[in-house]
């Protein structure tokens, strides 16, 4: 059976955040896309709720061996590994993510925030550093992309932290944490938020939202413009998101964002992302030197 059979039938458009958007550029598109089918099929096989976790994981050392050209047995990998050779890219990053979803498998509570971090550095780091590469970026955007995209992790993991204790036992949030506010697991899987767990999640995404004052500065400092726009968007809702976290308790209540939501924080952005960037060339040109 090839691994997009396993597929949930979420798409990259499903996505809390943006995923090779319009402001892409669309020689950057179908890389940026072949990764995502790989990775989302990586992830629903992690999450399956039919499969036991030794199918689980022989299924992503499948998917691995379909990067590395040890097999064609999944046409997600054949199409990724193509990708990733035409534009002489590593399978690293792919390889980190597959790392993270057999965590998932197999590793089901969080010791503190340095445990999650450390989960993170496979399982959401890796994807802005490939969007990166793509576009040929200085890896000395690194630091600021993990942050970005260590927040956009737990931003998930606060919106659905219900969910992934009900349906599959994992728990993402702290242990740390949950004991430092006097909540236990258990609460996470009423309807509606203890006051003990409330303060738990408050917590968690004012901490997250200082991980997001950490990527402030990445959309400036990405030289192609499509992609500071995108980032600079993502960056607008993510900020957008952890208010609402900190305000709504996401057992009960919406802590999404809406279409009309995404389109005036989209909106925003851009406008922002491009009134700064223009800002940034003329001041540049105008301390240029005459005649250079």
Same mark, same amino acid.
């Given at each position: 059976?090839?691994?997009?059979?396993? @597929?949930?039938?979420?798409?990259?458009?499903?996505?809390?955040?943006?995923?090779?958007?319009?402001?892409?550029?669309?020689?950057?598109?179908? =890389?940026?896309?072949?990764?995502?089918?790989?990775?989302?099929?990586?992830?629903?096989?992690?999450?399956?709720?039919?499969? &036991?976790? =030794?199918?689980?994981?022989?299924?992503?050392?499948?998917?691995?061996?379909?990067?590395?050209?040890?097999?064609? +047995?999944?046409?997600?990998?054949?199409?990724?590994?193509?990708?990733?050779? &035409?534009?002489?890219?590593?399978?690293?990053?792919?390889?980190?993510?597959?790392?993270?979803?057999?965590?998932?498998?197999?590793?089901?509570?969080?010791?503190?925030?340095? +445990?999650?971090?450390?989960?993170?550095?496979?399982?959401?780091?890796?994807?802005?550093?490939?969007?990166?590469?793509?576009?040929?970026?200085?890896?000395?955007?690194?630091?600021?992309?993990?942050?970005?995209?260590?927040?956009?992790?737990?931003?998930?993991?606060?919106?659905?932290?219900?969910?992934?204790?009900?349906?599959?036992?994992?728990?993402?949030?702290?242990?740390?944490?949950?004991?430092?506010?006097?909540?236990?697991?258990?609460?996470?899987?009423? &309807?509606?938020?203890?006051?003990?767990?409330?303060?738990?999640?408050?917590?968690?995404?004012?901490?997250?939202?200082?991980?997001?004052?950490?990527? +402030?500065?990445?959309?400036? &400092?990405?030289?192609?413009?499509?992609?500071?726009?995108?980032?600079?968007?993502?960056?607008?809702?993510?900020?957008?998101?952890?208010?609402?976290?900190? @305000?709504?308790?996401?057992?009960?209540?919406?802590?999404?964002?809406?279409?009309?939501?995404?389109?005036?924080?989209?909106?925003?952005?851009?406008?922002?992302?491009?009134?700064?960037?223009?800002? @940034?060339?003329?001041?540049?040109?105008?301390?240029?030197?005459?005649?250079?």
């Amino acid at each position: 059976m090839d691994a997009s059979a396993l @597929r949930s039938g979420k798409g990259h458009r499903d996505e809390n955040f943006p995923v090779a958007s319009f402001l892409i550029h669309r020689r950057h598109r179908e =890389p940026i896309l072949a990764f995502y089918n790989f990775v989302r099929t990586a992830d629903d096989i992690a999450d399956h709720a039919a499969l &036991a976790a =030794p199918e689980k994981l022989k299924l992503l050392d499948r998917l691995d061996g379909g990067l590395t050209g040890a097999n064609d +047995d999944d046409a997600v990998a054949v199409r990724l590994r193509q990708a990733l050779n &035409a534009r002489g890219l590593s399978p690293k990053h792919a390889q980190d993510l597959l790392t993270a979803f057999r965590l998932d498998v197999t590793k089901l509570r969080y010791r503190d925030w340095d +445990d999650l971090m450390s989960y993170c550095a496979f399982s959401a780091m890796p994807v802005g550093r490939f969007v990166c590469d793509v576009h040929g970026e200085s890896r000395a955007l690194w630091p600021a992309n993990d942050a970005l995209c260590a927040a956009l992790q737990v931003i998930n993991h606060l919106q659905d932290c219900r969910e992934d204790y009900l349906n599959l036992n994992r728990v993402y949030i702290p242990q740390d944490a949950l004991s430092a506010s006097r909540a236990n697991i258990e609460a996470l899987g009423k &309807a509606r938020a203890s006051p003990a767990l409330r303060d738990c999640l408050r917590q968690l995404a004012a901490r997250t939202e200082a991980l997001l004052a950490e990527s +402030d500065g990445f959309a400036a &400092a990405i030289a192609d413009w499509r992609l500071s726009l995108e980032v600079s968007v993502i960056n607008t809702l993510a900020h957008r998101l952890t208010r609402i976290l900190r @305000r709504r308790d996401p057992l009960s209540e919406k802590v999404h964002l809406g279409i009309a939501g995404v389109a005036g924080a989209t909106a925003i952005a851009i406008s922002y992302g491009a009134s700064h960037r223009i800002g @940034r060339r003329l001041a540049a040109g105008a301390h240029k030197p005459r005649g250079a």
